[in-house]
């Protein structure tokens, strides 16, 4: 991703990528990428290269490579590792309220979009942090969807009716918020995020930040403006997208493209000769084989 990143007239900064959290060595947050040429165009870069890896190790299905663009300036950069996330669709935009209790939230949904509870399904991450909503929700009756890692994926799905997700919430990765939100923004969904710092050592880069622990980040506050792309390729098999096939020295991959402005969203199915691939060497500008 990096190496492509470079054939772009830009003139980027990563505002969120890899790191500290994920020990990679490439992608990191303040690392110039495109050419950086004086007339090229600022843009801000969040990339996850990979939002599911552990879903890769274990041959699971659901896992993406992603990244969003935005104008300089317009994509918050976050100093911590979890936050708590509340996505919907466009149905359910301005009813639901990330202060209100998981149990509250399924009652408004549920009323908003004429269902029983039993027929209002919520995605959250699979994990022990969440077992009180689970518990919670499990006894008003309504459907329960876990999921083993991909949450920006899941908050997609929750934009889309068939794709059977009303809403997803929990506590997931702050960065990929920032990507969820030129999604939402792009989806007309809704996103409403609030800081989990693990220790006092992020409250402290947290404030340093002008961040808030207890206040409620928007879509606009993650992502500002209109002039917003996101852009997703699946690597293996899931519910947002099919996963790279490879025939020999090709391979076909399935990607979703969308801009905030237009609102406009683009599937793309490519096939890539990789003998013919290459990309830009980060040492001497040289092309280089893939």
């Known amino acids: 991703m990096r190496g492509m990143l470079d054939y772009l007239d830009i003139r980027g900064i990563v505002v969120i ?4 959290k994920d020990e990679a060595p490439m992608l990191y947050c303040g690392e110039r990428v495109g050419r950086q040429a004086d007339d090229s165009i600022d ?4 990339v996850d290269p990979i939002d599911g890896t552990t879903l890769i190790a ?24 979890y ?16 202060n209100a209790s998981i149990t509250a ?7 908003r979009l004429g269902k029983s509870f039993a027929d209002i399904t919520v995605a959250l991450l699979n994990r022990p942090r969440h077992d009180e909503y689970i518990k919670e ?31 997803y919430y929990g506590i997931g990765g702050a960065p990929e918020a920032v990507i969820t939100a030129v999604a939402m923004k792009c989806l007309e969904g ?28 928007t879509a606009d506050d993650l992502a500002s403006g209109e002039d917003l792309i996101f852009s997703a390729t699946g690597i293996t098999d899931g519910e947002l997208l ?15 493209l969308m801009r905030a402005k237009t609102k406009t969203v683009r599937y793309v199915e490519a096939v890539h000769n990789l003998n013919y691939k290459t990309v830009p060497s980060k040492e001497n500008r040289l092309e280089v084989p893939i």
């Open 137 to 167: 929700m499990r006894a008003m009756g309504c459907r329960i969807k876990l999921i083993q890692d991909g949450d920006i994926a899941a908050a997609i799905a929750a934009c889309d009716d068939d794709k059977g997700i009303d809403f």
């Open 190 to 217: 809704d996103l409403q995020v609030k800081m989990w710092p693990k220790d006092d050592g992020e409250r402290e880069k947290l404030a340093a930040a002008g961040l808030e622990e207890g206040k409620i980040y």
């Open 83 to 98: 936050a708590l996330k509340l996505a919907c669709g466009p149905k359910l935009r301005g009813y639901l309220d990330l």
């Open 17 to 20: 990528g890899e790191g500290e």
């Open 105 to 111: 939230n399924v009652r408004v949904a549920a009323a």
């Open 43 to 46: 843009v801000d870069i969040a």
């Open 242 to 256: 099919r996963g790279v096939r490879y025939y020999g020295e090709k391979a076909r991959t399935y990607s979703l």
């Open 58 to 81: 274990n041959g699971l299905a659901n896992s993406i490579s992603v990244i969003a663009v935005g104008s300089r300036g317009s994509l918050m950069s976050i100093p911590c590792y």
